[in-house]
């Protein structure tokens, strides 16, 4: 019995300087059945050229989806997931790397069993500029598995998103929910578990996640703020999961209440960590140790911060805040 086939869905917008090693680690993965959808967001940079000419080079596996309007993450994101014809669709940013076996493994994994409809691996986060690495996403996030929508939600994403590859026959109609103009993905992991279907993962480092200045998930105010669209989605289509919203809801206000810290906001940082204590309690213990940082001295309160370009354990928080 073939392979089936698997679309890989790459998103790019002015990605010109990483284009050529994301699409040379994805063509020439080691499965046979594998098509590319690259979608690009009118980009200035050249980067459409490039994709040209991946696709005039590899014609049976590279499909360019070229725009002359930019229209954004989520409907860009829409726009791959209507070209993509595979049986499992994978998720990549322009600027990432997949790892030699990757989709072989995990389109193992999600063969095992039809209800398993959505899974991950590790992935390794490093800085651009020097190659040097900045994290494991299991070292600070652990890989986890389920059934159901419940423990997305609350949790937040359970892997990184350039891991995932999900059953396509689970993707919602409308794909990518168009209310959440950023950082729809999660919206879209949760639509896809809303069966009851597992998610899983494979315990390997099988990508690589590139940390740049021009990252979106550096924009901590916007990614937020997507986070709470997407929870009040959720409450109002499904009120069953109220409190994995509540719980997830703190942990948005606490991003958002560090970033605020980090630019010396502490009274609205503070009131921030006090809506999130309520939310959730002291569920979390960065929450009451960010909220009881507003109200030492700026010094003080800075040393609380650490380097937040990649997950962190708690640990971190309250070690840094020990040094001073």
């Not at 069993?113 to 991950?120: A, W």
């Not at 690495?133 to 994403?157: E, H």
């Amino acid at each position: 019995m073939p392979d089936p086939l698997v679309s890989v869905a790459i998103i790019t917008y002015n990605q010109a300087e990483f284009i050529h090693e994301t699409l040379e680690g994805t063509i020439n993965q080691d499965y046979d059945n594998l098509e590319v959808v690259v979608a690009d967001d009118s980009s200035s940079d050249g980067t459409a050229d490039i994709i040209r000419d991946y696709s005039d080079s590899y014609p049976q596996r590279v499909v360019p989806v070229l725009s002359d309007k930019n229209v954004g993450i989520t409907e860009n994101s829409n726009r791959a997931l209507k070209v993509a014809q595979g049986k499992y669709i994978a998720f990549q940013g322009g600027d990432d790397i997949l790892l030699p076996g990757k989709i072989k493994k995990q389109v193992a994994w999600m063969e095992e069993n039809d209800d398993r409809v959505l899974s991950g691996h590790d992935v390794e986060f490093f800085d651009s500029e020097s190659g040097r690495i900045l994290a494991v996403w299991s070292d600070t996030k652990p890989l986890t598995t389920g059934n159901g929508p419940a423990k997305v939600i609350r949790n937040g994403v359970p892997f990184a998103a350039t891991s995932v590859m999900v059953r396509k026959i689970s993707i919602p109609s409308y794909g990518f929910d168009s209310r959440v103009p950023v950082t729809s993905d999660w919206k879209l992991w949760i639509d896809c578990l809303a069966g009851g279907g597992e998610f899983g993962f494979i315990n390997e480092i099988l990508a690589k996640y590139r940390r740049y200045r021009k990252n979106i998930s550096n924009e901590v105010q916007i990614m937020a703020q997507s986070r709470l669209i997407t929870l009040s989605i959720i409450e109002s289509s499904q009120p069953e999961f109220i409190q994995e919203c509540t719980i997830q809801r703190s942990r948005a206000y606490y991003d958002l209440g560090i970033d605020l810290m980090k630019k010396s906001e502490y009274k609205i940082a503070r009131k921030l960590f006090w809506n999130a204590i309520k939310s959730s309690g002291f569920q979390d213990i960065k929450i009451p140790l960010a909220f009881i940082a507003t109200l030492l001295p700026s010094n003080w309160s800075q040393s609380f911060l650490v380097n937040r370009t990649v997950p962190r354990k708690p640990a971190d928080y309250l070690r840094n805040f020990l040094r001073e």
